[in-house]
């Protein structure tokens, strides 16, 4: 049987184009040294199916889905965030890893993609396939929780 050689240039340039998205997408998922994990394992599988990925309306949401379920079928506990060590002066506020990993998946991933990304609505919709609607409702309870369990005012 031969096998197809797949389009090295065209994945070389959809990975360059889309490599740095998508370990956000699982970092705010999965946590900071599983997303970069599982971002690789799903470029890697991206790579493996390059025929048909490439023809997806979606394909990075796709690699997205591969990454949380790579993550899954590996049963690694949920998220973990780096603490900040108490002895110096924090860049965040201590609790906030804690707080991150106690959130929905959804709700941690809209949050981390707005708040630490910088992403817009439209694009976390277009990662999660959902509306625009339901990341505002995913961010608005995430956000409000955050604050709940941090002690802030809601």
């Known amino acids: 049987m031969v096998t197809q050689k797949p389009d ?17 997408a699982l970092i705010a998922a999965c946590g900071g040294e599983r997303g970069r994990e599982m971002a690789v394992e799903a470029l890697t599988y991206g790579w493996e199916h390059w025929e048909r990925l490439q023809k997806m309306d979606n394909p990075v949401g796709y690699l997205y889905v591969v990454g949380r ?16 060590p108490l002895d110096r002066t ?11 990993e106690r959130l929905s998946e959804r709700q941690r ?30 961010l608005e309870r995430g956000m409000t929780s955050l604050r709940r369990q941090i002690g802030g005012v809601e």
């Open 8 to 24: 090295v240039d065209s994945f070389t340039q959809f990975a360059a184009a889309n490599e740095a998205k998508l370990r956000h």
């Open 90 to 100: 924090p860049d965040i506020e201590p609790t906030l890893p804690g707080a991150l």
């Open 109 to 138: 991933t809209a949050v981390v993609l707005v708040h630490c990304f910088q992403w817009t609505l439209s694009e976390v919709a277009e990662l999660m396939g959902v509306s625009k609607t339901t990341v505002q409702n995913h």
């Open 69 to 84: 379920n790579l993550n899954r079928r590996h049963r690694r506990p949920g998220p973990v965030f780096i603490e900040t």
